[in-house]
């Protein structure tokens, strides 16, 4: 991993792509969750 100069707005286009993903997983489980505990 080679560090060449600033990536700061690099970095904070991961973070959002990260976050984003994070929360469609978050979203996916509680549908789960939800439907399980209706089906109950």
Same mark, same amino acid.
């Given at each position: *991993?080679? &560090?060449?100069?600033?990536?700061?707005?690099? /970095? &904070?286009?991961? /973070? $959002?792509?990260? *976050?984003?993903?994070?929360? @469609? $997983? @978050?979203? *996916?489980?509680?549908? $789960? #969750? /939800? /439907? #399980?505990?209706?089906? *109950?």
């Amino acid at each position: *991993m080679k &560090k060449n100069g600033p990536s700061q707005p690099n /970095l &904070k286009g991961t /973070l $959002i792509s990260v *976050m984003a993903v994070g929360a @469609v $997983i @978050v979203v *996916m489980w509680v549908c $789960i #969750y /939800l /439907l #399980y505990i209706v089906r *109950m």
